[in-house]
């Protein structure tokens, strides 16, 4: 009995597990608790979405049709989905229409609690077959909206720390990667199997190899350098190890996200070895160099993903003077450059 009541202590002083979905609590904070009941608005974003917003995600046809049609159909069995589709829709409107901007990010954070909401208690079941390919396409959503919050803000103030939005976002991506990898093999023979095509995006390139060589560098400076001990060093050599390694594998099945650069944007917080993001947190600065070799992909991809924009120039003036006098300054220039000046990176 002792030995009992001790593990149920321990137990009881863990740590809580963070939420996934805290990259959304300021945007939903200026949310209404009711959700609008205008279902010509509703209707209108769903149009949008069906016309205009499918296409922003991938350039390649079979996926194209899946996102027009596949996707919307299965969210008329599973309303979070439905709600899902129309908040990121909505997103888009607030991007491209400055004028009505606040109308559509009002109308997408009444729908994005709404998905959230049912994808919890749709978590808090059974995944099975019958609804994986709604969480798999509801959680691919959820995660391109949280990228989406911050370039449709024309007061980015608005996000007291791009760092930590960031971490947020991560910490996200983690938690629906676990989710998705689960039930891989019915996703890929379901309804929505349209989205794991194999074939190349046209917009996908070649991994850019000036980022290769500089995190190759920096990954070597990590092995060379006294200045960090044993946990941080092992730490930092595996980050930096997996975005050699999600910038090098080239296109494969995921469809949705198959090209290249965001798919290495995509996947590269899936491998973050455990204490990574904590460094980020603490700004440990080789941390925070990595991070700034992170926002070169983010750089060279927001030019054709909309829901990109701005992060990479976020991240690099939230990091401003965090490097100083330190052994990453130095190295970490041309990521710092590429960003700020445009310096274009080899492809």
Not at 34 to 57: E, F, N
Not at 72 to 92: D, M, N, T, V, Y
Not at 184 to 200: S, Y
Not at 275 to 288: D, K, S
């Amino acid at each position: 009995m002792g030995r009992q009541s001790h593990h149920n202590q321990a137990q009881d002083a863990s740590p809580p597990s963070p939420d996934p979905f805290a990259c959304f609590v300021r945007f939903l904070a200026e949310s209404p608790t009711q959700c609008s009941s205008d279902w010509i608005a509703a209707a209108g974003l769903m149009h949008h979405y069906c016309t205009v917003a499918y296409r922003t995600i991938s350039a390649n046809t079979e996926a194209q049709n899946a996102l027009q049609l596949d996707v919307p159909r299965e969210g008329l069995h599973h309303p979070f989905l439905l709600h899902q589709i129309l908040a990121f829709s909505g997103l888009h409107l607030a991007f491209q229409q400055h004028d009505h901007r606040q109308m559509y990010l009002l109308q997408a954070s009444q729908h994005q609690g709404h998905a959230i909401t049912g994808l919890r208690e749709a978590l808090a079941g059974t995944i099975t077959s019958n609804n994986c390919h709604a969480i798999y396409a509801t959680s691919t959503f959820i995660i391109l909206g949280a990228f989406a919050i911050l370039p449709c803000y024309e007061e980015r103030s608005n996000f007291v720390c791009t760092i930590d939005t960031i971490l947020e976002i991560f910490t996200l991506i983690k938690g629906m990667g676990l989710i998705v990898s689960s039930t891989a093999e019915d996703l890929r023979g379901g309804p929505l199997r349209g989205i794991f095509n194999q074939t190349k995006d046209p917009r996908g390139r070649a991994p850019m190899q000036d980022l290769l060589f500089h995190i190759s560098t920096l990954k070597s400076l990590f092995e060379r350098t006294d200045m960090l001990d044993h946990q941080e060093r092992v730490c930092m050599e595996a980050a930096t190890s997996a975005l050699c390694d999600c910038l090098s594998e080239g296109y494969s099945s995921d469809g949705v996200l198959v090209t290249e650069k965001l798919r290495a944007i995509m996947r590269w917080p899936l491998f973050l070895p455990d204490g990574f993001l904590g460094y980020v947190r603490r700004r440990h600065p080789a941390a925070i160099a990595i991070l700034l070799h992170y926002s070169v992909m983010l750089h060279s991809a927001e030019r054709n993903f909309w829901f990109l924009n701005g992060w990479a120039a976020a991240l690099v003036k939230a990091s401003d003077g965090l490097l100083a006098e330190t052994p990453w300054a130095a190295i970490t220039q041309w990521a710092i450059d590429t960003v700020a000046y445009g310096v274009q990176s080899k492809v």
